[in-house]
T-cell receptor, first 114, second 117 residues
Framework: KNQVEQSPQSLIILEGKNCTLQ??????????LRWYKQDTGRGPVSLTI?????NTKSNGRYTATLDADTKQSSLHITASQLSDSASYIC?????????????FGRGTQLTVWP | DARVTQTPRDKVTEMGQEVTMRCQPI?????VFWYRQTMKQGLELLAY????????DSGMPKDRFSAEMPDATLATLKIQPSEPRDSAVYFC???????????????FGPGTRLLVL
């Protein structure tokens, strides 16, 4: 069964600290993996998209890694800010079609405290 | 500042009523997605269109849900009849896609919060 599991479910960190969010998947075949940030009451915003051949991609203070062999991805946030408080969602696409079928993680709720 | 717009932002209706949600994709984008998000299920893809043609609606309950793109600037999601379990936030997203490309960035709208009583 194709699944995407994210951990931890929730996380609280102090402003300025780093943190790492995990995404493990069993989706096969694999096309790409996306990380989204969703602020409360708003739509998700794309942070990174990685294909099979990419093992790291950065977007400002956000760095995503992908290990396609172990089917694991992580999202590392450096020097966290209050505005990083949000839900972070991992989405994996297979190669069933042009877009691929999408498999969604349940998200990690990050809270950054001052 | 190009963005996806959705109307209405909030909708409260009674069970059995028809609900129509509208989405205006970013001008020039040729791919439109409809998602549903609930606390219980998280984010789910309902359907998506490319160049106004439906490509995949396997995530959508066929008996009561329908999605259309009357033109390139408007996508609609209709529920008839609505049920309390349809209560959720419905997001529209658009992307500029090329056939075969798996790396399109999707831009989400603010969502329509639907409550069916």
């Amino acid at each position: 069964k194709n699944q995407v599991e994210q951990s931890p479910q929730s996380l609280i960190i102090l402003e300025g600290k780093n943190c790492t969010l995990q995404c493990n998947y069993t989706v096969s075949p694999f096309s790409n993996l996306r990380w989204y940030k969703q602020d409360t009451g708003r739509g998700p915003v794309s942070l990174t998209i990685m294909t099979f051949s990419e093992n790291t991609k950065s977007n400002g203070r956000y760095t995503a890694t992908l290990d396609a062999d172990t089917k694991q991805s992580s999202l590392h946030i450096t020097a966290s800010q209050l505005s990083d408080s949000a839900s972070y969602i991992c989405v994996v696409s297979d190669r069933g079609s042009t877009l691929g079928r999408l498999y969604f993680g349940r998200g990690t709720q990050l809270t950054v405290w001052p | 500042d190009a963005r996806v717009t959705q109307t209405p932002r909030d909708k409260v209706t009674e069970m059995g009523q028809e609900v129509t949600m509208r989405c205006q994709p970013i001008l020039g984008h040729n791919t439109v997605f409809w998602y549903r998000q609930t606390m219980k299920q998280g984010l789910e893809l309902l359907a998506y269109f490319r160049n106004r043609a439906p490509l995949d609606d396997s995530g959508m309950p066929k008996d009561r849900f329908s999605a259309e793109m009357p033109d390139a600037t408007l996508a609609t999601l209709k529920i008839q009849p609505s049920e309390p379990r349809d209560s959720a936030v419905y997001f529209c997203a658009s992307a500029l896609g090329t056939s075969g490309s798996p790396q399109e960035t999707q831009y989400f709208g603010p969502g329509t919060r639907l409550l069916v009583l």
